[in-house]
């Protein structure tokens, strides 16, 4: 679904990565590491159209999106990718059922392109979701008025609802304790189980252990961990 081919980041003088080449397929659910500063996050934003490599392309069912305009960019970030990010990206003076309903309406669904107009696009379906990350009944709770914890677990429980076919999670879990890391890496495994790709960019070893294959970033190059070696990538 999606294939990285030959990317390289630099700022300036300093070259982050390089020859970057990976396959993300429906299904898949792939960690990204290395030491802090090596660039998962600039990876992450470079699949997630937040920021452009330096070279190489990245093919998105054949189109490379490092290439799309501005509105290709816009109906890619809002038809396909779902964003659980350190800033997670909700709308910090609306309420959590009105940050849930923004994706919850009538819309394209990228993956089956039908309308995804059924019953649990609405109201039910962000109970649901919100009941899954532990949040239920909070609906009417302006976002600044939660933790970031909270927040990140709104922020996931809006991908339920959205249900993206590429979700892109930067440290995921770096925000909760146990057993809210273990509800978040529960749910992006099922997302993943249901067709969804996932990578995430994590530091945590308990989520990489969930993940189908792991990748390092170390010395600027794109590894794959041998403890994975059952995967593909
Ligand atoms: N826009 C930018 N201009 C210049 N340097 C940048 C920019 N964005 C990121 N960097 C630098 O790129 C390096 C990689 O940052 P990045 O956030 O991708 O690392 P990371 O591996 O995700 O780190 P961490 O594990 O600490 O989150 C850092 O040294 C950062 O300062």
Redesign the pocket.
Known sequence: MIDIENLSKA??ART?WRDVNLTVGRGEMLALT??????????LNCLGLL?KPSTGSIRYEGKDITRFGRGDVRRFRRDTLGYLFQHYALIENATVAENLEVVAGPRRSARSGSKGTDGKRGGTAVAEALGRVGLAGREKERIHHLSGGEQQRVALARLMVQRPALVLA??PTGALDDDNSTVVIDILREMSDAGCAVVI?T?DAGVRDRCDAVFA?HESSLVRSPATAGATG
């Open positions: 700022f300036g982050l290395g030491p802090s500063g090596s660039g998962k996050s600039t990876l920021d930067d440290e960019a530091h970033v």
